[in-house]
C-alpha cells in the first residue's frame, strides 16, 4: 500500500522554481487500479516517478508497505524497484539489439535469477501477453502492439507488487490501444497487483474504479461508481 | 545476458567500433613498429660497438696520450745510407710505435680486477708499425768532357759539372699490432672476430714468435696460416687467420702480449685494459670506483661510446628514440581520447536505454560494467589489430633491412678528447680516424613489446570505458526517461 503525505517536488529552471508537485496527499491500497489524468506538464508522469522509486520528493513522505521511500539509499531503492515495481512505458523502451525474450529476461538480472530459469520465466511471461511464437524477434520485428506487450510482459515476469504505466497506449493506434489495455486489465486481476497508469485518453479513464486529476501538482480523486 | 547483450550492441555500433578500435590499432602498431625498431637500433649499435672491442667488454680502461702527441713516442725517424747507383741492393727499417694512447703499467690490470664489481680484466697492447723500404742511390757528377765522377758532398777544388742520377724509391707501409694476452681469450678484441683458418693462440704461447691475421690484411699481403710475417726484423709464423664479425677489425696483426711489448720497447706496459664486470646493473658503479681508485685513467663504457656514434644509424636512433617515441605517444593520447570521446557520446545517444535498465533495477555499477565491457572489447580488437599492424611493419622494415652508416668516433688521434681518448672507445687501431661501419636494421618484436600492446589495448579499453561509465553511472532514471518524453 502506498501513503503519500504532503509531497512536494520542485524544479528549479533557470531562475524560476516550478512546483510540479504541491503537498500531495494520497492512499492507494494493494490491488487498487488508479488512473492518472491532467494537463501536460500537470505533474502526473512526476508522481508516476515518485510511485517509482525513479525520483525522490523535495518534500514530503512516500511510503510503500510502510517503507518511506524518500530516506532510503539509491542501492535501496534500486532494490525497491528491482523486487516490487514494474513499469510500462509510452515509448515501450525495449533494448533494440535484444529479442524480446532477451528483453524481457533484463528484468530477472537484478534479482540474480539464473540464466536457465530467466529463459523459461521470460518465455511464460510472452506466452501470457500472447507473444509465445515471437521470442526471438527483435522489437524492430515487432509491430508497436506487440513491442508494448513484450514491455508488459518484461514488467510483469519479476511478479511486481506494483505495476506503473505511463501512458501505456499514447503511441498506439485505436485497436491497438484496446488489445493492450485489455491485456493489462486481465493481468492486473490475474495477478492481483496495484496497478496505476497515466493516461490521456478520456475514455480509458472513464472506465478506472478510480480517477486521480493532477492539475499545477495538485491531486484530487474521484470514486468512479459507473466503472 | 552480459555478454549477450555486449555481443549485440558491437554489432549493432559495428562502423563506431572499427573508428575506435582503428585509432587504437594504429596507435598500438605505431608503438610496436617504433620499439621493435628502437631495438633494433641497439642491436644495430651493439653489433658497431661489439666490433669496437669485442664481446663481453663492458667498459675499457685507458690513459689519454698528451694534447699534441701522437701517442707515446717521439715521431718516428728511419736513417738509410746511399748506395751506389749500380746496386739494387733494397734496405728497409721498421718503426714500432704505441698507438692512441699513454701506456699503463701492466700492474694496473691486477689492480682493475680487484676493483669490487669487476669479473675480470684484462691488458693489451696496440701499437702502429711503420716500415719504409726500397733503394736509395747516390747521384753521378758528370763533368765537361763527359767524364764521370763521382757525386756526393760537393767540396773545394771539386771538378766542374752536374750530379746526374741518384734518388730514393721506397714503399712506405703501415700496419697495426695488438698484443693480446694469450692466456684471456675471452676477452679482448679478438674475441670480436673468428679464426677462419689455423688456430687461435694457445694459453702457453705467452711469449711465442706467433701471430693471427686479419683476413683483410692476410689477403692483402698474401698471408695465409704456415706463412711467416716479419716485424722490425723478427719473424712471427702466422698461425690463423681471424675474420671480424661486422666492420673492420681490430687490428692487422695479432702478438702475444710480451712479443708486443718487446717490439714496442714498453715492458710491462698496456694501453688498454678490458674489463667485465660482474652484473650489468653495476657497470657505472664499477667505473666511478676504477675512476676514483686508480687515478689519471679514462673509463669509457658501451653507454659513452654509443654517444660517440653519428652517422645515418646515429640519426635514425635519435629519429626512433625521440619523434617516434612522442609519435607514438600523441597518436596513443588521441587514440584513447577519440575512443573517450566516442564512448561517452554513445552513451549519450542510450541514455533512455540505460535509464530504463536503471528503473528495471539494474545498478549502476551493472550498467557501467557493460559500458566497460563494450569499450574493453573494442580496445582489444584494437590491440588485435595493432599487433598485426605492428608485426607487419616490423616484418617489412626488417625484410627492405635499410643499410644504416655508423660513423665511430671521429677524433684525429694526435689530441685527447672524447672518452677513451681520441678517436673515441680505447680499441686498438681505430683510434686516429673516424671508423664507419655499415649496419643492416632489424626491427625484431620481442614478447615484452606485445605485451605492452595488449597492455595499451587495455588501457585504451579502460579509458574509453572509463569516460562511457563514468557517464552512465551519473544517469538518473528519472531524468533518463525525462528527457525522452
Redesign the interface.
Known amino acids: 500500500m502506498y501513503e503519500l503525505s504532503g509531497v512536494t517536488k520542485r524544479y528549479t529552471r533557470g531562475k524560476d522554481t516550478v512546483n510540479a508537485l504541491d503537498g500531495i496527499d494520497l492512499t492507494i491500497p494493494d490491488g487498487d487500479r488508479l488512473v492518472i489524468q491532467g494537463p501536460t506538464g500537470g505533474g502526473k508522469?512526476t508522481l508516476l516517478?515518485m510511485l517509482?522509486a525513479?525520483?525522490r520528493p523535495t518534500a514530503g513522505r512516500i511510503s510503500l508497505d510502510g517503507t518511506d521511500l524518500a530516506s532510503l539509499s539509491?542501492?535501496r531503492l534500486?532494490?525497491v524497484?528491482?523486487?516490487n515495481i514494474g513499469?510500462v512505458?509510452?515509448?515501450f523502451?525495449l533494448?533494440?539489439?535484444?529479442t524480446a525474450q532477451?528483453n524481457v529476461?533484463?528484468?530477472l538480472?537484478?534479482?540474480g535469477v539464473k540464466?536457465k530459469e530467466?529463459r523459461e520465466r521470460a518465455a511464460e511471461a510472452l506466452a501470457s501477453v500472447g507473444l509465445g511464437e515471437r521470442l526471438a524477434h527483435l522489437p524492430s520485428e515487432m509491430s508497436g502492439g506487440q513491442q508494448q506487450r513484450v514491455a508488459i510482459a518484461?514488467a510483469l515476469v519479476k511478479r511486481p507488487k506494483v505495476l506503473l504505466a505511463d501512458e501505456p497506449t499514447g503511441n498506439l493506434d485505436e485497436s491497438m490501444r484496446d488489445e493492450i489495455m485489455d491485456v493489462l486489465e486481465r493481468m492486473w486481476q490475474e495477478l492481483g497487483l496495484t496497478y496505476i497508469m497515466v493516461t490521456h485518453d478520456s475514455s480509458i479513464a472513464r472506465k478506472a474504479p478510480r480517477l486521480a486529476t493532477i492539475r499545477k501538482g495538485r491531486i484530487t480523486v474521484k470514486e468512479n461508481a459507473q466503472a | 545476458?552480459f555478454f549477450?547483450?555486449l555481443r549485440?550492441?558491437l554489432?549493432?555500433r559495428r562502423k563506431a567500433a572499427l573508428v575506435v578500435a582503428s585509432g587504437l590499432a594504429l596507435g598500438i602498431a605505431l608503438v610496436i613498429v617504433v620499439d621493435s625498431v628502437s631495438s633494433g637500433m641497439g642491436k644495430a649499435q651493439d653489433k658497431v660497438l661489439q666490433s669496437l672491442y669485442g664481446l663481453g667488454t663492458d667498459m675499457t680502461v685507458t690513459k689519454a696520450a698528451p694534447a699534441g702527441g701522437t701517442g707515446q713516442g717521439e715521431r718516428p725517424r728511419f736513417q738509410f745510407d746511399a748506395k751506389d747507383s749500380d746496386s739494387d741492393e733494397e734496405q728497409s727499417s721498421d718503426r714500432v710505435m704505441v698507438q692512441g694512447f699513454q701506456t699503463l703499467a701492466a700492474s694496473t690490470v691486477g689492480k682493475v680486477s680487484d676493483q669490487d664489481g669487476v669479473a675480470d680484466a684484462v691488458g693489451g697492447l696496440s701499437l702502429q708499425v711503420l716500415k719504409v723500404s726500397g733503394e736509395f742511390t747516390r747521384g753521378r757528377l758528370q763533368q765537361g768532357g763527359g767524364e764521370g765522377g763521382q757525386g756526393g758532398p760537393g767540396g773545394q777544388g771539386a771538378p766542374q759539372g752536374e750530379v746526374q742520377g741518384g734518388g730514393a724509391s721506397f714503399d712506405v707501409n703501415s700496419y697495426s699490432v695488438y698484443g693480446t694476452d694469450v692466456t684471456e681469450p675471452d676477452l679482448g678484441p679478438l674475441t670480436s672476430s673468428k679464426i677462419t683458418s689455423g688456430r687461435a693462440f694457445k694459453a702457453s704461447e705467452t711469449d711465442a714468435k706467433v701471430a693471427v691475421a686479419d683476413s683483410s690484411y692476410a689477403k692483402e699481403k698474401k698471408l695465409k696460416t704456415g706463412s711467416t710475417v716479419t716485424v722490425k726484423g723478427t719473424k712471427y709464423k702466422v698461425i690463423g687467420i681471424a675474420t671480424a664479425d661486422s666492420g673492420d677489425a681490430a687490428a692487422d696483426l695479432y702478438l702475444p702480449l710480451k712479443q708486443a711489448q718487446t717490439l714496442g720497447d714498453v715492458k710491462n706496459k698496456v694501453t688498454t685494459i678490458y674489463v667485465k664486470a660482474t652484473d650489468s646493473q653495476r657497470i657505472d658503479s664499477v667505473k666511478s670506483a676504477i675512476q676514483k681508485n686508480i687515478s689519471g685513467t679514462t673509463v669509457t663504457t658501451s653507454a659513452d661510446l654509443a654517444d660517440t656514434v653519428s652517422g645515418s644509424l646515429s640519426t635514425a636512433s635519435s629519429l626512433a628514440t625521440s619523434v617516434g617515441r612522442w609519435l607514438s605517444v600523441v597518436v596513443l593520447i588521441a587514440a584513447f581520447l577519440v575512443a573517450g570521446l566516442l564512448t561517452s557520446s554513445a552513451v549519450s545517444r542510450r541514455v533512455?536505454?540505460f535509464?530504463?535498465?536503471?528503473?528495471?533495477?539494474?545498478?549502476?555499477g551493472?550498467v557501467t560494467r557493460q559500458v566497460v565491457g563494450e569499450a574493453m572489447v573494442n580496445g582489444l580488437v584494437g590491440g588485435v589489430l595493432g599487433i598485426a599492424l605492428g608485426l607487419v611493419g616490423a616484418y617489412v622494415v626488417t625484410a627492405v633491412s635499410p643499410s644504416l652508416q655508423a660513423q665511430l668516433g671521429g677524433g684525429s688521434g694526435d689530441s685527447g678528447g672524447g672518452p677513451g681518448g681520441p678517436g673515441g672507445m680505447g680499441g686498438p687501431g681505430r683510434q686516429t680516424a673516424a671508423k664507419t661501419l655499415e649496419v643492416a636494421l632489424t626491427a625484431p618484436v620481442s614478447l615484452t613489446t606485445i605485451a605492452l600492446a595488449v597492455l595499451l589495448a587495455v588501457a585504451g579499453g579502460l579509458v574509453a570505458g572509463g569516460f562511457g561509465g563514468w557517464r552512465a553511472s551519473r544517469l538518473?532514471?528519472?531524468d533518463a526517461?525525462?528527457r525522452?518524453?
Open positions: 508522469s516517478q517509482g525513479l525520483d539509491e542501492t534500486t532494490r524497484r528491482s523486487e513499469f512505458f509510452q515509448s523502451n533494448i533494440p539489439t535484444l532477451e529476461e533484463t528484468a538480472v537484478p534479482l540464466s530467466r518484461r | 545476458m549477450t547483450y549485440r550492441e554489432r549493432r533512455r536505454e535509464g530504463t535498465l536503471k528503473a528495471l533495477g539494474w545498478t549502476s551493472r538518473r532514471p528519472a526517461l525525462r525522452v518524453e
